[in-house]
Each structure stands twice: as structure tokens, then as C-alpha cells.
């Protein structure tokens, strides 16, 4: 399942696409970052991490910042708890970031999964 269709039509729409910087994955600025992981939690799916990105000053480009953000799945926690603490892990980021940097065009992209696929991750790598 993709991100995508987890989240309302206004999410969708207002996606950045990420391909020009040869990455498979969608970004959203501000608020919209803030109501995507809100709908991440609600369908029970973990924020395991993101990327900031920059709008260029033409407005047209977004770059990498390289700063980035992951919280890893104690194994005592259940998934609900993982999805939580996620999400209030990733909200606090996303805040301090825009706070820290107002008048920049910035940008979130995040890396995500479910129960299904978390499991399947650890799998694979043993």
C-alpha cells in the first residue's frame, strides 16, 4: 500500500514529488506534514523516520538539507505504542524545524510502514 492512499484528497494533491532528486518518495511543507502524520497514526502505520528538504529561492526546486530524524521500535513497546510515540516523536521535529527556520520553504518527507511490512523489514534482515 502506498502512502498515498492513506491520506485525504488534499494531502494528495498537495504532494511534492521527489523524483527529480532520483528519490521515491513524496514531501510536504508545513501544516500539510503536520495533518499527514496525524492520518499516518490514525491508520496505525509507524513514522520510522523522514527527511528535510529546502525549496530553492526560485520556488520551483526543493533540495535535500541532509538533516534528517528516525526513532527505533524498542522491543518491549507494542506497534500501537511504536505508532505513537512516532508520531510524537516526528510532530516535535517537524515543529522545532519550522520554528527554527521560519522563513524557509521547508519541507518533509517521511519514511513509514505497517505492522505488515515492519515485520517483513526485520525479517529481511537477518
Not at 499527514?36 to 538539507?65: C, M, P, R
Not at 516523536?89 to 517537524?94: A, C, E, G, L, P
Not at 518527507?109 to 534482515?125: P, W
Request: charged share 25%.
Amino acid at each position: 500500500m502506498h502512502i498515498l492512499s492513506l491520506l485525504p484528497k488534499q494531502l494528495q494533491i498537495r504532494a511534492t514529488v521527489l523524483t527529480d532528486l532520483g528519490i521515491e518518495n513524496l514531501a510536504w511543507s508545513g501544516q500539510d506534514a503536520l495533518d499527514v502524520i496525524t492520518n499516518l497514526k490514525k491508520e496505525d502505520w509507524a513514522i520510522l523516520g523522514g527527511d528535510v528538504l529546502q525549496w530553492k529561492d526560485d520556488g520551483q526546486h526543493i533540495e535535500l538539507t541532509y538533516d534528517n530524524w528516525y526513532l527505533d521500535k524498542i522491543p518491549e513497546w507494542s506497534w500501537h505504542e511504536y505508532v505513537v510515540r512516532s508520531y510524537e516523536h516526528t510532530r516535535r521535529y517537524i515543529l522545532a524545524y519550522l520554528e527554527a527556520n521560519k522563513e524557509k520553504g521547508i519541507a518533509f518527507s517521511f519514511v513509514v510502514a505497517s505492522l505488515e511490512q515492519f515485520d517483513g523489514l526485520k525479517q529481511g534482515s537477518h
